[in-house]
């Protein structure tokens, strides 16, 4: 069974920082991995996605990398902004009891603060 | 563009009483649609998918059922309600299983 762990639970930081938010799974059979974004009472953003034959991916200020292989992916947000403050989400996508994949297995999230 | 409507935004329901919540997609024909919950302190959890009309799979035994019973609709039902069934449930599509899952704004249910 696939188990996705994000670390830190919580992080707060100070405008203008680069962070790093981590998220590790136990099954490298994946399809690819995505990373969301979700405001307070709010459904989730799709922000990046990695296919699970690519290394990273690049969009603005967000820069996420996967290796399969030891089951990590990293979340790189560079020049932190109160904005970016929201619980981001790392997901992996499997398969339905091993025949056909669309599964997504979520992690518990990252509450990142962003302060002034 | 692809939109996807969910509603009630918010629902406060006795125990006992029936469900029905309601998704919609609109700029996109066959999508792949799921219904996710996501409890006060825990992970998002998958409860149904659909890649089809009337095609419906469910990851996880509960008091829920859910119904396509048109391309771009996805229902979520339950006859009688539980306290446990009280959380925030999403709705998401996918154009295949291989593409970004795009989700609602999501109904906060709480059961009294």
């Known amino acids: 069974k696939q188990e996705v762990t994000q670390i830190p639970a919580a992080l707060s930081v100070p405008e203008g920082e680069n962070l790093v938010l981590n998220c590790s799974f136990t099954?490298?059979?994946?399809?690819?991995l995505q990373w969301f974004r979700q405001d307070p009472g709010k459904g989730l953003t799709s922000l990046l996605l990695i296919q699970s034959s690519q290394r990273e991916q690049t969009s603005g200020r967000l820069n996420a990398s996967l290796d399969k292989s030891s089951g990590r992916s990293t979340l790189y947000i560079a020049a932190s902004q109160p904005g970016d403050s929201a619980t981001y989400l790392c997901a992996v996508l499997g398969t339905f009891d091993g025949t056909s994949y669309g599964k997504l297995t979520f992690g518990q999230g990252t509450i990142l603060t962003v302060h002034p | 563009s692809q939109t996807i409507h969910q509603w009630p935004a918010t629902l406060v329901q006795p125990v006992g009483s029936p469900l029905s919540l309601e998704c919609t997609v609109e700029?996109?024909?066959?999508?792949?649609l799921y219904w996710y919950r996501q409890a006060a302190g825990r992970g998002l959890q998958l409860l149904f998918y659909s890649v089809g009309i009337g095609q419906i799979s469910s990851e996880v035994p509960q008091n829920l059922s859910a119904s396509r019973p048109q391309d771009r609709q996805f229902i979520l039902s339950s006859k009688k309600l539980l306290l446990s069934d009280s959380g925030f449930y999403l709705c998401?599509?996918?154009?295949?299983?291989?593409?970004?899952?795009?989700f609602g704004d999501g109904t906060r249910l709480s059961i009294l």
């Open positions: 998401a599509w996918t154009a295949n299983s291989n593409q970004p899952q795009h």
């Open positions: 700029g996109t024909s066959n999508p792949n």
């Open positions: 099954d490298s059979a994946i399809y690819n």
